[in-house]
């Protein structure tokens, strides 16, 4: 959650060969969940001709996958990770402007969240029988070319990925991704977001950032591939 996600899938599902581009809230632990997949984004939106993926996004422990029970479809795995004083800030700043009072408002709920989930990505990658790749998240603001060449090989796509994209009838709905302005511009804005107003206590940020770097070596270190920052 606030890593790019919400762009990574709009940047994705603008591709001709990629369906989707939002969070379903499906866990896929066997063949079926792929059924309700199809099923839920037929329900507003048709397949593209002649394409070849349909995108979902994961960002809670809530829901897991199993790729090895998903078998025989094709399934081409992404895992990206933020530094977590930024994406802290930002999971704060964006629940605290909730109408009612929500815990993740709160720099040490949210770090919890942040920690619990870093961890269930670096569970996956040592047991996972599927290959993945894994890219830093902040990447798309860094090096957004070098980030979408590798993710247009990874995904064998026959044309490349682009930094612009199209605004979708559910962008920015809750929900189902970022509720931002941003993600209306259609394109990447490399310039971060300021959250100087919110202040992270320096133990808060040292138990996460320990975590992150921790299970950031793992799951690079177990990926098929992998795109980190020099």
């Avoid at 070849?52 to 895992?79: A, G, Q």
């Amino acid at each position: 959650m606030r890593a790019f996600t919400s762009l990574a899938g709009h940047i994705l599902g603008s591709h001709p060969r990629i369906n989707g581009y939002y969070e379903m809230h499906i866990s896929y632990a066997d063949a079926h969940a792929l059924d309700r997949q199809v099923e839920r984004f037929l329900e507003s939106h048709a397949f593209k001709a002649n394409s070849r993926y349909l995108f979902d996004k994961l960002l809670h422990n809530d829901y897991v996958v199993s790729p090895e029970r998903l078998s025989p479809v094709k399934v081409k795995i992404l895992i990206a990770l933020m530094r977590p004083e930024h994406t802290l800030k930002s999971i704060v700043h964006l629940f605290a402007q909730k109408e009612v009072e929500d815990p993740y408002a709160s720099p040490i709920e949210a770090a919890n969240y942040y920690i619990a989930r870093v961890q269930a990505l670096a569970d996956f990658s040592r047991t996972a029988r599927c290959p993945y790749c894994y890219y830093d998240a902040e990447l798309f603001q860094r090096a957004p070319e070098k980030l979408l060449r590798a993710l247009s090989d990874w995904l064998e796509l026959d044309s490349p990925l682009s930094e612009r994209y199209r605004v979708f009838d559910h962008t920015g709905k809750s929900r189902m991704g970022d509720s931002s302005e941003r993600i209306h511009r259609g394109a990447i804005d490399r310039m971060p977001t300021d959250y100087a107003h919110i202040a992270i206590p320096r133990d808060v940020l040292q138990r996460a950032t320990e975590a992150y770097e921790e299970c950031r070596r793992q799951i690079a270190r177990h990926a098929a591939d992998s795109l980190v920052q020099d």
